[in-house]
Structure formats: C-alpha cells, structure tokens
C-alpha cells in the first residue's frame, strides 16, 4: 500500500490537503490511499490493490462506480448545460427531477426545494421551519431532536446532532436545541418508552419548539443505532398534536437503505420535511433537496414587501448535471426493481451475519434492510478498535470504516453475494483478530 506511485501521491497530498474528519497526525503511521480509478464495488490504488467498498464511499453509492447508465447520463448532460443559477431560471433535469421524487416520496410532500449537499439540506429545513411559524405570528425557536442523532456538520445541523466527538467544543457557536431519548433497541417496547418521554417534553415545551427531526430508523453517524418503525408513527401524531413539525432527515436512510424506498414508508408516515441527499445522486455528485408541503409552501406566498420569502440560496442549487445523474439513478430504481431485487441481498446478508453472533467480543447484530452493523464490546475508547479493523480491511482488501467499537457494512446494491461473502470474511477475521 505504501510502495511506489501510492507513496508518492500520499506524500506530495500531505503537504497541502487537510482531510475532513481526520485527526491529521494519524497520517504519520496510517497510510492515505490515492485511489487510481473504480469499477462496480471495487476501488483500485496506483500499485493496482484492490478494494472492496463496504461502506459505498460514506454511504452515498448505490448502483457501483463508473456505473455505465450513469455514466452516460452525465456524459449527454454536459454536452447539452453544464450549470445555470436556479433563481429566474430553470431547466429541464431540474423539472424533471421534483416532478419524480414529489410521486415517489409519501403524499403531502409537493414542493422541492434544491441545495448542494445534506448538511445545507438540513440547513434550509431549520430556517424553513422557524420561518414558517414566524409566518404565523409564532416565535418558536427552539430545536428538538433525538439522543444519539447526526444531521451534519455546520452549525444548525450540528446544533440538532448529538455526537459528543463533533459537537462539544463548538458548543457556545449552536442555536437552541434540545434532546429526547431515542428508543434504547429495535424493541416495540422502547419504541413506546421513548414515545412517552417525547409526549412528557412536547407538553412541556411544545409551543417554544418549531420541529423535531430525526433519522428514521436507523441513525447512521451515531454507530448506526436502530429503532422500531412504531417510535417513528408515534413521533408524527405527537408532533401533529403539539403543532410541532416533523422533519424526517433521510439523507443516508433514503432511497432504499432500509429496504423501502425511505425510512418513512415503513411506519406510512409523511413528514412536514424530508431531507435528501446521497444517494440521491447514486453517489455521483454533490446534490440535496428539502421536500415539503404546499401548507408550508403557502406560508411564503405573498406580495414581495410582506418579507415573508424564503431568501437562501447556494450557488450550485441544483445543479444540471447532478441532476441528470440522480435521474437516471431513479431511472435504475425503476428499471430493475430494485427495492423488490434487493430483498434478497438483504435475506444473504442476513445470514451471512449470524457467524458473528458466537464470537466473545461482539455484544449485537443488528440490521435493518440493507445496512448491517456489528456491534463490539470490551474495549476503551483509547485502544482504537475501530481503527485496528480499519486497518485489517484495507490490508485485506476491504473497506471497513468502523463508527467506534461498531463495525457497519452498507455497500452498494450492485453487490453479488460472492462478494458479500468476502466482506462479510474479512469483518469476521478482523474482528478475530482485534
Ligand atoms: C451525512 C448526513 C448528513 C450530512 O450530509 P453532508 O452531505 O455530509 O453534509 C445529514 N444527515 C444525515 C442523516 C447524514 O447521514
């Protein structure tokens, strides 16, 4: 790995590149690999090893790198607009885009509001949603979210996460938030417990909250922590009920994750918001939508001087060419079936898993659709677990980004199951081995 061209690109990189998320000193013994190209689920270094992409690039993969259908989307796209600003102006990928994901996200979400990656989407969200009440003649502005949660990483989104590791030292910069507890286990039972304590808070507190979001059923940053599909049917008729909106952050749970197209349909709720990003773009490029209701919609909706528009913007908003390539990501999803064609994978996948079960430092096995986590247990947070299988994998040819002591898999869909099995045997040597 540390031979030749890789040697060479990781060194000239570490003279000027901060990576992201990454304490930079780790780099004096961990090696950076500078990925030559990509095919399918593989990814292959300068000095031609490979690796398999077990966790889909940080979640955004779904149908393979360099996909063909893809890859010729954003190919005839280039030739016709590259970019254009989305404000006075328009275009047809754009159009065509809302159009397919107001029929394919729940009914009551009409209105697609574009930005350029999740953390902005979630951004627009908060502002949308205290916005909206400010409409009203409400001042409501106090955040609520679920313990344990992950929405991104710039200070609202941040604000409404709870991972210790990213959010404490900002903590004096975020705006108002608070926690409830999320359900402890994928049990009904916790599901209700923790209900009930968000009722407790929304009585509480109810009419100085503008909105509660939450990951739907799986949170992704926070160890992928999973929950019964009752807490999420729960949380809709409580925010209903304190005139608290809901937002449903599916920016990694979305487009088929779960094993339904979104982390809603299984409990067959509608959110006021639903935050995409991702997959959106098959893990092309960097594109994000806020979908919403026409009652929010119509909140904004007035004469110019009334200052009641929602005045945000970025500059890539809805990009043409992540456009073009999130609808011929749609366009797979609808050609191949593939919410019905990845049942299966998920039924291997599943029991490829029940060999970790007897191994003594694995305390759960948990999964929920096509997104497995291995949990393990016996360890401080000083030996960097995590790292070691890190590690592990990329010596064996896999890539393992472990969230702390839980080692996840949640590779594209394209994956074969002889390749799961590779994945799945190098998770279990490693973790052997640790
Ligand atoms: C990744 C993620 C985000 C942030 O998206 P970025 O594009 O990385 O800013 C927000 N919410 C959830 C649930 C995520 O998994």
Same mark, same amino acid.
């Given at each position: 790995?540390?031979?030749?061209? &890789?040697?060479?690109?990781?060194?000239?990189?570490?003279?000027?590149?901060?990576?992201?998320?990454?304490?930079?000193?780790?780099?004096?013994?961990?090696?950076?690999?500078?990925?030559?190209?990509?095919?399918?689920?593989?990814?292959?270094?300068?000095?031609?090893?490979?690796?398999? @992409?077990? *966790?889909?690039?940080?979640?955004? #993969?779904?149908?393979?790198?360099?996909?063909?259908?893809?890859?010729?989307?954003?190919?005839?796209?280039?030739?016709?607009?590259?970019?254009?600003?989305?404000?006075?102006?328009?275009?047809?990928?754009?159009? =065509?885009? /809302?159009?397919?994901?107001? $029929?394919?996200?729940?009914?009551?979400?009409?209105?697609?509001?574009?930005?350029?990656?999740?953390?902005?989407?979630?951004?627009?969200?908060?502002?949308?949603?205290?916005?909206?009440?400010?409409?009203?003649?409400?001042?409501?502005?106090?955040?609520?979210?679920?313990?344990?949660?992950?929405?991104?990483?710039?200070?609202?989104? %941040?604000?409404? !996460? @709870?991972?210790?590791?990213?959010?404490?030292?900002?903590?004096?910069?975020?705006?108002? #938030?608070?926690?409830?507890?999320?359900?402890?286990?994928?049990?009904?039972?916790?599901?209700?417990?923790?209900? =009930?304590?968000?009722?407790?808070?929304?009585?509480?507190?109810?009419?100085?909250?503008?909105?509660?979001?939450?990951?739907?059923?799986?949170?992704?940053?926070?160890?992928?922590?999973?929950?019964?599909?009752?807490? +999420?049917?729960?949380?809709?008729?409580?925010?209903?009920?304190?005139?608290?909106?809901?937002?449903?952050?599916?920016?990694?749970?979305?487009?088929?994750?779960?094993?339904?197209?979104?982390?809603?349909?299984?409990?067959?709720?509608?959110?006021?918001?639903?935050? %995409?990003?991702?997959?959106?773009? !098959?893990?092309?490029?960097?594109?994000?939508?806020?979908?919403?209701? &026409?009652?929010?919609?119509?909140?904004?909706?007035?004469?110019?001087?009334?200052?009641?528009?929602?005045?945000?913007?970025?500059?890539?908003?809805?990009?043409?060419?992540?456009?073009?390539? /999130? +609808?011929?990501?749609?366009?797979?999803?609808?050609?191949? &079936?593939?919410?019905?064609? #990845?049942?299966?994978?998920?039924?291997?996948?599943?029991?490829?898993?029940?060999?970790?079960?007897?191994?003594? &430092?694995?305390?759960?096995?948990?999964?929920?659709?096509?997104?497995?986590?291995?949990? +393990?247990? !016996?360890?401080?947070?000083?030996?960097r677990v995590g790292l070691q299988i890190y590690?592990?994998? %990329?010596?064996?040819?896999?890539?393992?980004?472990p969230l702390g002591n839980?080692?996840?898999?949640?590779?594209?869909? *394209?994956?074969?199951?002889?390749?799961?099995?590779?994945?799945?045997?190098? $998770?279990? @040597?490693?973790?052997?081995?640790?």
């Open positions: 790995m540390f031979e030749g061209k &890789n040697r060479e690109i990781m060194q000239r990189d570490l003279e000027v590149i901060w990576h992201p998320c990454t304490q930079m000193k780790d780099h004096e013994t961990l090696p950076i690999i500078p990925i030559a190209s990509a095919k399918g689920v593989y990814l292959y270094d300068f000095e031609g090893n490979r690796y398999l @992409d077990a *966790i889909s690039s940080w979640w955004v #993969n779904l149908f393979g790198h360099s996909n063909p259908t893809i890859n010729a989307a954003l190919i005839s796209q280039v030739e016709q607009l590259e970019h254009v600003l989305l404000a006075g102006f328009t275009h047809a990928p754009a159009v =065509e885009l /809302a159009h397919q994901l107001v $029929a394919l996200t729940p009914k009551g979400l009409e209105k697609v509001f574009y930005a350029d990656n999740g953390s902005s989407a979630v951004e627009v969200a908060l502002k949308m949603s205290y916005h909206y009440h400010y409409n009203q003649g409400k001042k409501k502005s106090l955040f609520l979210s679920l313990s344990n949660s992950y929405h991104g990483e710039t200070i609202g989104a %941040l604000s409404v !996460g @709870d991972v210790g590791l990213y959010k404490e030292t900002y903590a004096p910069l975020l705006i108002a #938030n608070e926690q409830v507890p999320v359900p402890k286990d994928q049990t009904p039972k916790a599901a209700h417990d923790a209900l =009930e304590l968000l009722e407790t808070r929304l009585k509480e507190k109810g009419d100085k909250i503008a909105a509660l979001i939450l990951e739907p059923l799986i949170q992704g940053a926070g160890g992928m922590h999973m929950y019964h599909s009752d807490y +999420l049917k729960g949380a809709r008729e409580l925010t209903s009920k304190y005139d608290v909106h809901l937002i449903a952050d599916e920016i990694m749970t979305g487009f088929g994750r779960t094993g339904m197209m979104f982390g809603c349909n299984h409990a067959k709720i509608s959110p006021d918001f639903m935050t %995409l990003s991702k997959g959106l773009t !098959g893990g092309y490029l960097p594109l994000s939508v806020v979908m919403t209701t &026409n009652t929010i919609y119509n909140a904004f909706y007035c004469d110019y001087h009334e200052y009641k528009a929602f005045l945000h913007s970025h500059s890539y908003t809805g990009n043409p060419l992540a456009c073009s390539v /999130a +609808l011929a990501t749609l366009g797979i999803f609808e050609s191949q &079936n593939i919410i019905e064609t #990845n049942q299966s994978k998920q039924q291997h996948l599943s029991k490829l898993l029940q060999k970790f079960k007897s191994l003594p &430092n694995v305390k759960t096995v948990r999964q929920q659709g096509m997104v497995a986590a291995v949990e +393990l247990t !016996g360890y401080t947070p000083k030996e590690r592990y994998g %990329l010596t064996h040819g896999v890539l393992l980004r839980v080692i996840y898999f949640m590779p594209p869909y *394209i994956i074969t199951e002889s390749q799961m099995g590779e994945m799945i045997q190098v $998770a279990y @040597d490693a973790i052997k081995a640790v």
